[in-house]
């Protein structure tokens, strides 16, 4: 397997992915540095950010946002087939598609949610450290420079790509325009904001870095307080999801013939059972992705 990536990068297909890729993620960071950050952005571009942050594209550098959508499309005929073969039923392999859908969704959700959360942690220590260095140093490349050796991922990586392209251009303003459009948490977004205005006036850093760790400590304050009320919702949810699932369980013990033949066996049962999963479904999709929503 290690040897067809290897063998896949060094051709022309592969090349015509990674253009793609980096042609959107340009054109984006364009048009959020002419615009400004807003809500609605490509589906490609989102989906992109998504294998990004999920570590994907680390392990798979060549899938971007249309492989990604052919391997996914390609995925779901072939267990809708393998299932509705199987159970000798279409609606089988619809509601395995939306298992699947639920499952791979939820699953890169998840795994890209530790790309800000990695990302809130180590704000606060940023803040210490350029309240620390900027004592001896009054300009922000150099200061954003000593910092990387102490912070952790991913903002040492914003932070190196920030150091090189404003140390190869002498640009500091469009590294920073450059910066803003990589990093899509909006609380974030803000530091950086008021640590540019700082660095570009000469104001002093100790003032902003008090500042800016109060107005963050408030932030995940209020994260903590919203979090806690999201999760005692998803906890109804999964309550309620288990007891539809023992009432089911109990109901197709009372019916002749059990449910399943029953519910399979006639037009209106196979529509209750795609409501019933399209319910199931969404249920779960606003249990994974509510917080992001409150939050951004």
């Known amino acids: 397997m290690i040897g ?25 960071r364009r048009r959020q540095i002419e615009e400004g950050n807003t809500l609605k952005k490509p589906f ?35 267990i809708f087939t393998a299932c509705a ?23 890169i959700y998840v795994i890209s949610g530790n790309y800000y959360n990695k990302l809130e942690d180590n704000i606060m220590t940023l803040l210490n450290l350029i309240e620390n260095f900027s004592k001896t140093e009054d300009d922000i490349v150099r200061i954003f420079r000593k910092t990387i050796p102490y912070i952790g991922e991913p903002v040492r990586t914003i932070l190196t790509e920030f150091c090189s392209e404003a140390e190869a251009c002498g640009d500091v303003n469009r590294a920073f325009d450059n910066l803003n459009a990589k990093i899509e948490h909006r609380k974030c977004r803000e530091l950086l904001h008021n640590i540019r205005v700082c660095s570009r006036y000469e ?4 003032m902003l870095v008090r500042d800016c760790r109060a107005s963050m400590m408030d932030f995940l304050a209020i994260k903590a307080e919203r979090k ?4 005692n919702g998803r ?13 089911v369980y109990l109901f197709s013990n009372i019916v002749s013939g059990g449910l399943f033949g029953l519910m399979f066996g006639s037009v209106a049962g196979r529509v209750i059972v795609l409501y019933c999963a399209a319910v199931f479904m969404i249920s779960v999709l606003i249990m994974l ?3 992001k929503k409150g939050g951004e």
């Open 4 to 28: 067809f990536f290897e063998h896949f990068a060094k051709t022309d297909a592969y090349d015509r992915l990674r253009r793609r890729y980096e042609k959107r993620l340009s054109k984006e």
């Open 85 to 107: 073969v199987i159970f000798k039923n279409s609606v089988a392999g619809i509601i395995a598609d939306v298992i699947m859908c639920v499952i791979v969704w939820g699953v």
């Open 203 to 206: 104001s002093n850093y100790d």
């Open 228 to 231: 806690a009320i999201i999760n």
């Open 44 to 78: 490609l571009y989102r989906l992109d950010r998504a294998l990004e942050y999920s570590g994907i594209r680390r392990l798979l550098p060549f899938v971007n946002a249309e492989i990604f959508i052919l391997f996914y499309v390609l995925a779901l005929f072939i």
């Open 289 to 291: 992705t509510y917080d």
């Open 235 to 247: 906890a109804e949810i999964v309550i309620l999801l288990l007891s539809a699932a023992l009432i």
